[in-house]
């Protein structure tokens, strides 16, 4: 499963990936909120956005220092 993640980021364009950085902070940072004020049904959904954006973060930085 991380292959198929690995080759989706890599066949994105930098602006794709960029704006799924942003896409992916948004609906994590609502997702905290709703889970502040009521607690959601999936909490590990919060994990796995992190993840998702470090990801993100990760091929962004790879392709700046390529």
Known sequence: M??????????MS????????????TRLQKMKFSHAITPIENP????DARRKIAQLKTEQHR????
């Open 44 to 47: 590990l959904s919060i994990r």
């Open 2 to 11: 991380a292959k198929n993640i690995k080759q989706d980021l890599t066949a």
């Open 14 to 25: 930098d602006d794709d990936l960029q704006n799924e950085i942003l896409d992916n902070q």
């Open 63 to 66: 392709r700046a220092l390529n």
